[in-house]
């Protein structure tokens, strides 16, 4: 930087320099540009190559446009497809792209410096975007994306190499998109407000506005504003953006909050509750009717719903043959009984093998309204999330509301992720439960089937431990939940999972750690949490066949607290 007294003179030169350099203007480098073709598969896979044909295009879900890419694992196969890009030698490029699905990768190779990578485990748009050199004789680079093995399909959209003009030709320069039609409110509680509108092409986010105020930016095209004052009406309009700007602002609509009803879904579930998962199958374990499940359970998740034909949508279908011809009438019967009891019975969604996507508004529809049927047909309290292969935090707290504006407030939601998923509040699932906190019973997750994880203090804890249990647990609680809302998932025995079982007093003494600081491992929490809801298991049925060992155990340990 010049000293003060050669400011006069620099800015002299500076002078000069410009004006004998007026008549060079048109010399000077052309705009950046994305240099990638077909970012947005709008030509299906042209330009684009695929390991052992992995991809396709898919009309929903997109980010942007009217297509994106999908791609599935395979074996040993990782689904990574590719395009050639031309750059120039000695130059900085941006690459960027929208994914989703669980492990998705994004990279750059033959870059002749150092080629670059990163990756997300998001199931709901994502954009993972790095740079990169070329070297003094690259002409050439690999754009590529893939998944993991054994993972599920993900979605990419919208690539960009963003640089100097490579001579390969490119995607043309993105428009202002249009302005959203549709707007319209979806749903409402006494502190929020659910709107949903139209997709517009070429749009690759949305702002909110409440009041003329941008209170929120999505990639979906659904929203819940949150934090708003009980019998309250408020004013919201969006509008649509890309790289190129920011749409007009839409019509407004005006959405008026409930009367004030507390906090979280539930109704009348115990303020200690546990929670366990009834087989609508047999395989091993003791085959139980409802009747059978035994008194400590305040809350029985009926596994599982089967998928449909039409997207989001679920149906039931009783396994009478597998169930000792258990029939319909009878497991009606069994529902309003343990409901005179005192309990909740409840359908879930998923479990190991479940394959319902709720990835776009028309199946949140069909999810929300097809769950209502089943809770009309068969007398169901609420419903579970036990997705295990990801969800769309977007759509499926689109979903959740919509059918709570169905069953009103007695509706109780339970969620069931697995540890990888409650990592970060940045995680579908931990997004989903956040967006849905005003109505949302319990998440119970699975502290089973898991690998080594990062507790709330960034130390790495394995599973079968009270830190595993209370370490994992604290994320949730420091993340945004209310200790209300969390709960520890363990297998009622051995059989009840490949790993990660403990013994129940195991159990006992991480809730004794959460709930009182005491009985605590090496890692202790913070603070004392001792609204903290309870514990589930995997399956009652289990438990039926070691005797009822657990809940006889666990069941008066969580009812005391």
């Given amino acids: ?23 060079l203007a048109g010399q000077a480098q052309a705009a ?10 709008e030509s299906g896979l ?29 074996g040993q196969d990782y689904a990574q497809c590719s395009q050639s890009v031309a750059v120039k030698p000695n130059s900085t490029y941006t690459l960027s792209a929208w994914v989703q699905g669980s492990y998705t990768y994004l990279g750059v190779s033959g870059t002749g410096t150092t080629d670059v990578s990163t990756w997300t485990p998001n199931t709901t748009w994502t954009q993972l975007t790095n740079t990169f050199t070329t070297g003094a004789s690259t002409t050439s680079v690999t754009v590529w994306s893939h998944g993991w093995y054994g993972q599920p399909a993900y979605f990419a959209d919208d690539f960009s190499v963003f640089g100097p003009d490579g001579g390969g030709g490119g995607d043309p320069a993105p428009t202002v998109p249009a302005t959203p039609a549709g707007l319209a409110v979806s749903g409402t509680t006494s502190s929020s407000v659910s709107l949903a509108w139209n997709t517009v ?52 609509v005006t959405g008026t909050t409930a009367a004030s009803g507390g906090g979280g879904g539930g109704g009348t579930v115990p303020a200690h509750a546990v929670t366990g998962y009834w087989q609508n199958f047999n395989n091993g374990a003791t085959v139980q009717k409802l009747s059978a499940v035994q008194s400590q359970y305040d809350i029985i998740a009926v596994a599982f719903a089967d998928a449909t034909s039409t997207p989001g949508a679920v149906s039931f279908t009783l396994d009478s043959a597998g169930l000792g011809g ?10 309003k009984a343990k409901q005179a009891a005192g309990k909740k019975v409840i359908i879930s969604i998923g479990g190991q093998n479940g394959t319902i996507s709720v990835s776009d508004s028309a199946s949140a529809t069909n999810f929300a309204n097809s769950v209502y049927s089943l809770m009309q047909t068969y007398g169901f309290d609420g419903v579970d999330i036990d997705l295990e292969n990801g969800l769309n935090a977007t759509y ?23 540890t990888i998923d409650m990592q970060s509040t940045s995680n579908s699932y931990f997004q989903t439960a956040l967006n849905i906190k005003d109505i949302l019973t319990v998440v119970n997750m699975q502290y089973y089937n898991s690998g080594s994880m990062l507790g709330c203090d960034g ?93 006889n155990a666990v069941g008066p340990h969580v009812h005391a607290l």
């Fill in 326 to 335: 258990y029939t319909v009438d009878q497991f009606k019967a069994d529902i």
């Fill in 46 to 74: 042209s330009n684009w190559t695929c390991s052992a044909g992995s991809g396709t295009t898919v009309s929903s879900p997109v980010h942007g446009g009217s297509a994106a890419l999908k791609a599935t694992p395979a």
């Fill in 32 to 41: 950046d540009i994305n240099n990638v073709k077909n970012g947005g598969f």
């Fill in 396 to 418: 499926m707290s689109q979903a959740l509301r919509s059918l709570s504006t169905k069953a009103g407030s007695s509706l109780v939601i339970t969620m069931a992720p697995q």
């Fill in 459 to 551: 130390k790495v804890y394995s599973q079968g431990s009270v830190d595993f249990l209370t370490a994992l647990a604290c994320i949730q609680l420091q993340g945004g939940l209310d200790a209300s809302q969390v709960g520890l998932g363990l297998p009622a025995s051995t059989s009840g999972a490949g790993s990660g079982y403990v013994s129940p007093t195991i159990v006992n003494n991480a809730l004794d750690c959460l709930t009182k600081l005491t009985n605590c491992g090496s890692f202790k929490p913070s603070k004392a949490y001792p609204g903290l809801r309870g514990a589930m298991t995997w399956s009652t049925n289990w438990d039926a066949s070691a005797g009822n060992a657990w809940s």
């Fill in 1 to 23: 930087m010049p000293g003060r007294r050669w400011a006069g003179a620099l800015a002299a030169v500076v002078t000069a320099s410009v004006l004998s350099l007026t008549g």
């Fill in 201 to 252: 092409s070429g749009a690759t986010g949305y702002n909110v506005y409440q009041g003329g105020s941008k209170v929120q930016s999505v990639t979906g095209t659904s929203a819940t504003v949150s934090g708003l004052t009980a019998s309250t009406s408020y004013s919201f309009q969006v509008s649509a953006t890309n790289s190129a700007g920011e749409s007009a602002k839409s019509s407004a």
